[in-house]
């Protein structure tokens, strides 16, 4: 369609509605958006746009440009706010790669093993600058351990880095793949008031009672029963486990169990380390408290499978025969129902699973009887169906005294 002399201004917005509102100032940055309007008006030259509306047009694209500008400045300065907020007290990293220098700010140093060199470590510029980011992985051995700085445009990675984290800080130098090839990257940080060292307990151990485990959530402790409290070395398939619990109790008053290990890959696996706390709201039988854990929790896990394996056969064998004699006209409802009919099977095997929450990433420090857990926030998918597991805003820590 041409843009003629008679067309009026509100229609060449109706054509450019794209350009329009709130949404543009979303778009892009400043110099991007100019662009954009360029363009547009290029296009509306183009189509023969007479003078006066191109004066009247170049007066609403200039609104609109400084408009956006004014939006994407003002959430910019709220989300620099927010990030200053957020890392107050924090530790600083300052980062060099190809003639230029970058400040960031730490946003995670967590420490699950200083001896071994397991941490995670993060830090990255406030909004407005290069949208760099600093990410070192400590996973114990070389093999393990990775270094990514990352920018818009691209990231450098460092292949088997070798590093050390002294108390809070580190510093490291060496070669990297970057964008267009290998270059050398060097970074100093500090950890500050976001470290956590998982291995050291936030406080002392609340309860000395021989097999009892507490577990602090915040200001929350829940008390519970260890029936099953081992230190004895074994290995399982290509896991060696090193230590493991099983204790029962209540949680926000719920029947509930928890277990508790500390394992790893063999050696000929890689070795990794694995600190597990996992939280099922249920209760064992009889004659699971006299199981290992390991294998109750399979069982626990396994709940309702049976049972479902046992009624989808059911459902299936049912409805093949009726299929075998039902007229064509019918098929169509007998499938419906057949959907409708597992659903529900599905709904009543869902609601037989025990609500599981879990903690991964943290550290079980064994010394002598005595052991200690404390990691990341308790994740569950069972929050709609568990009111007990709608608030995991506190990092959990665990106490536990074995007995002989």
């Not at 920018?151 to 070669?175: C, D, I, R, V």
């Not at 408290?289 to 049912?318: M, S």
Request: proline share 3%; charged share 25%; hydrophobic share 35%.
């Amino acid at each position: 369609m041409k843009i003629t002399r008679n067309l009026s201004v509100s229609m060449v917005l109706i054509l450019l509605m794209g350009l329009s509102g709130g949404a543009y100032a979303q778009r892009g940055d400043p110099a991007s958006q100019q662009k954009e309007l360029q363009e547009a008006m290029e296009m509306m030259k183009k189509q023969g746009m007479d003078a006066e509306t191109q004066k009247q047009m170049e007066v609403i694209f200039k609104n609109m440009s400084e408009q956006a500008t004014d939006q994407q400045s003002a959430k910019l300065k709220r989300e620099q706010q927010e990030f200053k907020e957020e890392t107050a007290g924090h530790g600083t990293a300052q980062v060099e790669v190809e003639g230029k220098q970058y400040e960031l700010m730490m946003t995670e140093c967590k420490i699950t093993d200083q001896k071994t060199g397991r941490f995670t470590i993060s830090a990255r510029q406030a909004p407005g600058n290069a949208n760099a980011s600093l990410t070192v992985n400590g996973g114990g051995g070389h093999a393990q351990d990775t270094i990514q700085f990352s920018l818009a445009n691209g990231s450098y990675e460092a292949g088997n880095p070798t590093f050390q984290l002294n108390g809070k800080s580190m510093e490291w130098q060496g070669m990297v793949a970057g964008i267009e090839g290998d270059v050398t990257l060097k970074f100093r940080l500090t950890c500050g008031a976001e470290m956590v060292d998982y291995v050291t307990p936030s406080k002392p151990n609340p309860q000395s009672s021989v097999n009892v485990l507490t577990l602090n959530m915040g200001k929350e402790t829940n008390t519970f029963q260890t029936g099953y409290c081992s230190k004895e070395e074994y290995r399982t398939g290509n896991l060696i486990v090193e230590f493991e619990a099983m204790a029962t109790g209540s949680f926000r008053g719920r029947p509930a169990i928890i277990f508790l290990s500390k394992s790893h890959a063999a050696a000929e696996y890689g070795g990794e380390y694995f600190h597990n706390l996992d939280l099922f709201l249920g209760e064992l039988s009889a004659e699971q408290h006299n199981l290992p854990p390991r294998q109750v929790r399979q069982q626990i896990k396994n709940v309702g499978q049976d049972y479902n394996i046992q009624e989808q056969t059911a459902i299936l064998k049912k409805y093949e025969e009726m299929l075998k004699s039902a007229p064509p006209e019918k098929m169509g409802e007998l499938f419906e129902a057949q959907n409708e009919e597992t659903k529900r099977l599905n709904e009543k095997v869902e609601a037989m699973r025990y609500p599981e929450a879990s903690s991964r990433g943290g550290a079980v420090t064994v010394n002598g009887q005595n052991v200690h857990y404390r990691g990341p926030k308790m994740n569950t998918q069972d929050a709609a169906r568990a009111a007990e597991f709608q608030d995991f805003s506190a990092e959990p820590e665990i106490w536990v005294t074995c007995g002989e």
